[in-house]
T-cell receptor, first 111, second 114 residues
Framework: GEQVEQRPPHLSVREGDSAVITCTYTDPNSYYFFWYKQEPGASLQLLMKVFSSTEINEGQGFTVLLNKKDKRLSLNLTAAHPGDSAAYFCAVSGYAQGLTFGLGTRVSVFP | GPKVLQIPSHQIIDMGQMVTLNCDPVSNHLYFYWYKQILGQQMEFLVNFYNGKVMEKSKLFKDQFSVERPDGSYFTLKIQPTALEDSAVYFC????????????FGEGSRLIVV
């Protein structure tokens, strides 16, 4: 089955700096790719879903890059601020299957 | 945005007892999921459910687990009997039929088995 590896497990970022979280996956037939943010004690908040090959998607304060050739998905937090402190999870799925999540990255933004 | 509601938010239960976790999915959604998250670890897929049937389940979905959604009411996860290793946060999710597999998650039910 699908294996998703997410790195790094923890990340400390100075406020205003950028940070990158990367996931690699194994199933070449994976179709949908997600980034979720989870604040302590809360549920998962969908940040972005992508499904095109090698694509850069810009959100509010972050950029997502999907490279299907390398089976790599990354989340780039640009100009981190304290509200970005949370756990971030990538998730991968086929067309209609359940999501396979990465192990998560705990991000701490310090002044 | 669409909201998935879960009841209870927290439950402490004696090992061996039965527990039912309830999920009120988004009203027009037809696909339902349960995920398990042990503290500080990743979300792990348990089961998905559509049209009254389990469509797919993982090896974490033990024989002691069952799911149902009687007559359009709550989508439930029942564990009987519970074991210590069942302590986790259980997240329900739902999605509409045509959504590009986008799941909407509830806030989780934290289960502590003692």
């Amino acid at each position: 089955g699908e294996q998703v590896e997410q790195r790094p497990p923890h990340l400390s970022v100075r406020e205003g700096d950028s940070a990158v979280i990367t996931c690699t996956y194994t199933d070449p037939n994976s179709y949908y790719f997600f980034w979720y943010k989870q604040e302590p004690g809360a549920s998962l908040q969908l940040l972005m879903k992508v499904f095109s090959s090698t694509e850069i998607n810009e959100g509010q304060g972050f950029t997502v890059l999907l490279n299907k050739k390398d089976k790599r998905l990354s989340l780039n937090l640009t100009a981190a601020h304290p509200g970005d402190s949370a756990a971030y999870f990538c998730a991968v799925s086929g067309y209609a299957q359940g999501l396979t999540f990465g192990l998560g990255t705990r991000v701490s933004v310090f002044p | 945005g669409p909201k998935v509601l879960q009841i209870p938010s927290h439950q402490i239960i004696d090992m061996g007892q039965m527990v039912t976790l309830n999920c009120d999915p988004v009203s027009n959604h037809l696909y339902f999921y349960w995920y398990k998250q042990i503290l500080g670890q990743q979300m792990e897929f348990l089961v998905n459910f559509y049209n009254g049937k389990v469509m797919e389940k993982s090896k974490l979905f033990k024989d002691q687990f069952s799911v149902e959604r009687p007559d359009g009411s709550y989508f439930t996860l029942k564990i009987q009997p519970t074991a210590l290793e069942d302590s986790a946060v259980y997240f329900c999710a739902s999605r509409p039929t045509f959504s590009g597999n986008t799941l909407y998650f509830g806030e989780g039910s934290r289960l502590i088995v003692v």
